[in-house]
């Protein structure tokens, strides 16, 4: 018995030796034109998978990932964020992403072996060992969902949907134009695939109305997501190669945008009772829980440039900013960003949908 431990022991300790002989001597290959051995990729996988399995198990799935505005709102992020690697009903992968190693896959063929939980799970989160990155802005769970809106409809989807989701009112790039085109194409028509040539946004509710905003303000947010000081993974990454010029004139074309459009919810169309409250939390706040009025500070007259203009803007959009205030996840990145979270703090779901729908009810003209 004490011979075979003996032996065993021996056998161990040159294994040892032997794996830091080998490790040390750089002569396993770690090029990635060589590719994983097949062990190798199964092992991992296997891990991967299992891994991604128990770390979303207590993730909440939303009600609404078929929304419309959802949907959109991810398509248009995929096509700069992720085709270049994944592909995209419109285009093949691009070369350079295919001679990584793992190759990024192509997603259609996989996404149904995954459940909703999983993928944003990945997409929040990223894959070691892999070029998957984790997502930018890792406190913005509702754009994470909005990818993984658009990763489970993208299956079925043509090429034509998925077109006009990617690029709205944009020109889409010639046919046979690299990967990474959107990073070389001018900043304006980055931003009219989601916010319109004429700054009306999208009517589901995706992204927001900037015609109504002053140039102030709107240079005001760029630079704010341009030093990250304004958390979002997908205008982060838009305004990041932007100069200070280009901010600028960005600001400049959408402010001297007539906000023309009508209010893009009917009043006729809310039952009263949420008009009502709306226009008390508006006008007057909710004083028993020190809630202040909204019009005090984003009325049209209040001379305040700085502040956002609220009315005419999208009902869903108005209610996910206030949600992300309200978790603490919203930051504007200007010196009076406290007034909102103190403003929020008390809000319910039931307050959030009535002022959100009062406001997207009024134009953008309305004095009160």
């Not at 590719?35 to 198990?57: N, P, Q, Y």
């Not at 350079?96 to 997409?123: D, K, N, R």
């Not at 949907?161 to 134009?177: H, I, K, N, S, V």
């Not at 304006?188 to 140039?215: S, W």
């Amino acid at each position: 018995m004490t011979i075979r431990l003996r032996h065993l022991v021996h056998v161990l300790a040159a294994l040892v030796v032997t794996c830091a002989a080998v490790f040390w001597s750089g002569i396993i290959s770690i090029s990635a034109s060589s590719g994983h051995w097949t062990i190798t990729d199964l092992i991992l996988h296997t891990a991967m998978r299992r891994s991604v399995i128990f770390h979303a198990r207590n993730v909440t799935v939303p009600p609404d990932l078929e929304h419309p505005g959802l949907v959109r709102r991810g398509a248009a992020h995929f096509e700069s964020g992720c085709a270049p690697c994944h592909g995209s009903p419109v285009r093949p992968r691009s070369t350079v992403p295919q001679e990584m190693t793992p190759p990024p896959p192509p997603l259609a063929p996989v996404i149904g072996q995954w459940e909703p939980q999983h993928l944003f799970w990945i997409v929040k989160h990223g894959v070691k060992f892999t070029g998957m990155p984790a997502w930018p802005a890792l406190s913005r769970d509702d754009e994470v969902w909005a990818i993984t809106a658009f990763l489970l409809a993208m299956p079925e989807m043509d090429g034509a949907t998925y077109t006009a989701l990617a690029y709205g009112a944009a020109e889409p790039p010639a046919r046979g134009a690299g990967g990474l085109s959107l990073v070389t194409r001018p900043p304006l028509e980055n931003c009219v695939r989601c916010h319109d040539h004429e700054g009306k946004g999208d009517p589901n509710g995706a992204f927001p109305r900037l015609d109504i905003q002053t140039e102030i303000y709107l240079r005001k947010a760029l630079e704010a997501y341009h030093r990250g000081q304004r958390a979002s993974g997908i205008m982060e990454s838009m305004v990041a190669p932007l100069t200070e010029a280009e901010t600028t004139a960005l600001a400049a074309h959408y402010a001297r945008k007539a906000p023309d459009a009508p209010a893009p919810v009917d009043p006729a169309s809310l039952p009263p009772d949420i008009l009502r409250r709306g226009k008390e939390i508006a006008q007057i706040g909710i004083p028993e829980r020190n809630v202040a009025s909204c019009l005090g500070c984003h009325g049209p007259k209040t001379g305040r440039p700085e502040f956002p203009q609220i009315h005419g803007q999208y009902r869903e959009y108005i209610e996910i900013q206030l949600n992300l205030f309200v978790s603490g996840t919203r930051s504007s990145g200007a010196d009076f960003e406290h007034l909102m979270s103190m403003a929020t703090h008390a809000l319910d779901p039931a307050d959030i949908e009535a002022v959100a729908a009062w406001f997207a009810s009024r134009p953008p003209s309305a004095d009160n």
